[in-house]
């Protein structure tokens, strides 16, 4: 039997596959992110979509009553009558997560954290942004944050990667190619 990751994996990609534009891709995240919300939060719900005994066709109508009311698009309504018939609607929180990260990828975007010793002035967060996107080649989405244990400068976390230009990042790099210098 195949892993939950692999069967959340193509689930994700499978939806990315059939939404086409940028903003189509993030208005399903929005609609579908609504729909794992009301799973969550409604008892009654989460027993009707996951009851053995319920027949099929009326956990699909019951479903498709809910997401009518809550605005969702066709597309989405599909997608989540897909995962009811498969029995997989508790993976959903995971599937929108893979979906997001594969969407970012796609679209080339993403999400960075920036630590500074102090806050960084406006014009100052626009050329930190604009230098890390054209390095990375990816649009990103930064927020902001006060270090008080950075010395000075700031550091950079985005995905898998960080960027550390702290005096302290620094001063650790220095140190390192000095002792490397002695060992050579």
Partial sequence: M?????????????LLEVVNAEKEVDE???????????????DDLRY????????????????EGVLK???????????????VKAERFELLPKILKEYERLSDFKIKRGKAVVRSAKPLSHE???ELLKRLEKQLGIKLD??????????????????????????????NRLEHNILKMRVQ
């Fill in 2 to 14: 195949k892993s939950n990751w692999v069967i959340v994996q193509k689930y994700a990609d499978s």
């Fill in 142 to 171: 930064a927020s902001w944050e006060e270090d008080a244990n950075l010395l000075g400068g700031f550091v950079v976390h985005t995905g898998n990667k960080i960027f550390d230009y702290s005096v302290q990042g620094q001063l």
């Fill in 48 to 63: 009707v979509l996951t009851h053995p005994l319920i027949n099929v066709n009326k956990k699909l109508a019951c479903l």
């Fill in 28 to 42: 399903m995240l929005i609609d579908m992110k609504e729909v794992s919300e009301a799973y969550n939060g409604s």
């Fill in 124 to 126: 100052n967060r626009g």
């Fill in 69 to 83: 009311k809550m605005k969702i698009n066709k597309l989405g309504i599909n997608f989540c009558k897909v995962l």
